[in-house]
């Protein structure tokens, strides 16, 4: 059974239709439809969302799984997320979440997503898993109150947003990673992704960076159709252009997934490329990620070169780091929000079966703080 809420991102039109204003599709939905995404349904010319506390999995992450790097560093973000989605990319990995078309998990209202994000001793929140614009409203009010109490809130998105959806981030989002994929080539994105155009991606992120948002970028680089290395520079050129070289942008690896399982893994010698790339245009924060050991999951400094933050993975092993966020050998000031989670400690995970706490969840398990 769906939790229905009327939906605030949304206009009536004609003949009880309605356009959903939630994402940049702006699904025109005829009465009793509903839309793309599979969890805003028009019902006698009002919108309503399917999923408002109505939660399909819900995990504790280290923040570096976002990827945010230069967000909060070693925190713990409690991750949630709903059915359904905007975009239906051909290689997800979530896919049986994302795709799904059918509303399911557990109940959950804000008071109570909030009360186990502190519960489990999480810093904050992370919307992530699907595309969260998809239950904006619910994000919204959950964001607030985790505001409230001390906890920040952070996207995993598409960026596939309108300007009305933007306004509603900057109410409660603190920060979020972009997901591009295949270095934002068009015919990419038509062809695996299903959407028309990139742009409202660009307009998005320069919405969020008017807002203050903290932002960073992923490039997911698809092997044999989507990494192309004229493209990288092109989205490379624009993120300096019009973020700065302080951006950090990463470079995830593929593998194969749902419809794209032919399709190989991304060679490391092509990330490492796309890497070079993201440097000689003048980026000073060049990331590879999916790589675990890699030397380039690393930050140096972009003075001295110096090793500032060793990672494996989403693990920090080393933290060169003043109490300024400078770095110890040549003191240049890194622009990275927030310190070392004062709490922050390798081995203080451990794994309990989520299905005691949420009785639909696909998740097999969910990481908990030991205290
Ligand atoms: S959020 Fe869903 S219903 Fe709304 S425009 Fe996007 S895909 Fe369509």
Do not use: C
């Given at each position: 059974m769906s939790i229905l809420k009327e939906a605030v991102l949304y206009k009536p039109v004609d003949n009880n239709a309605v356009i959903c204003t939630a994402c940049a599709r702006y699904c025109r939905i005829p009465k009793n439809s509903i839309g793309f995404c599979g969890v805003r349904w028009n019902i006698d010319g009002k919108l309503q969302l399917m999923v408002y506390g109505k939660i399909i999995t819900a995990h504790i992450d280290p923040i570096e799984k976002k990827p945010l790097v230069h967000y909060m560093p070693g925190s713990m973000v409690f991750s949630i997320a709903t059915t359904g989605c905007n975009w239906a990319c051909m290689y997800c990995q979530n896919y049986d979440i994302s795709q799904r078309r059918i509303v399911e998990g557990?109940?959950?209202?804000?008071?109570?997503?909030?009360?186990?994000?502190?519960?489990?001793?999480?810093?904050?929140?992370?919307?992530?898993?699907?595309?969260?614009?998809?239950?904006?409203?619910?994000?919204?009010?959950?964001?607030?109150?985790?505001?409230?109490?001390?906890?920040?809130?952070?996207f995993v998105t598409n960026g596939y947003h309108t300007p009305e959806a933007d306004a509603m981030l900057s109410k409660f989002l603190d920060a979020a990673t972009v997901d591009f994929k295949g270095n934002a080539d068009v015919k990419f994105l038509r062809r695996y992704v299903t959407i028309p155009d990139p742009e409202p991606i660009f307009q998005s992120i320069l919405e969020m960076k008017r807002y203050g948002i903290h932002i960073e970028i992923t490039d997911l680089v698809v092997p044999e159709i989507g990494d192309d290395l004229n493209q990288a520079r092109k989205l490379v050129r624009w993120i300096y252009d019009n973020l700065g070289p302080d951006v950090p942008i990463h470079f995830l690896r593929f593998h194969p997934d749902y419809k794209l399982m032919n399709i190989p893994w991304t060679p490391i010698e092509t990330l490492e490329k796309h890497w070079k790339v993201a440097k000689e245009e003048g980026l000073r924060f060049a990331y590879i990620g999916n790589v675990p050991g890699h030397p380039l999951e690393n930050t140096y400094c972009p003075e001295c070169g110096t090793l500032l933050i060793r990672r494996y993975g989403f693990d920090i092993l080393e933290w060169n780091l003043d109490n300024q966020n400078r770095c110890k050998k040549c003191g240049?000031?890194?622009?990275?929000?927030?310190?070392?989670?004062?709490?922050?400690?390798?081995?203080?995970?451990?794994?309990?079966?989520?299905?005691?706490?949420?009785?639909?969840?696909?998740?097999?398990?969910?990481?908990?703080?030991?205290?």
């Open positions: 557990f109940e959950a209202s804000p008071e109570m997503i909030v009360k186990l994000a502190k519960g489990y001793g999480a810093h904050g929140l992370s919307y992530t898993y699907n595309e969260p614009t998809i239950f904006i409203e619910f994000a919204h009010d959950v964001g607030i109150l985790a505001r409230k109490e001390g906890l920040f809130s952070t240049a000031k890194i622009p990275i929000i927030g310190q070392l989670n004062p709490s922050y400690d390798q081995d203080r995970f451990i794994y309990v079966p989520i299905h005691r706490y949420a009785k639909y969840s696909r998740t097999e398990s969910i990481k908990i703080v030991k205290n």
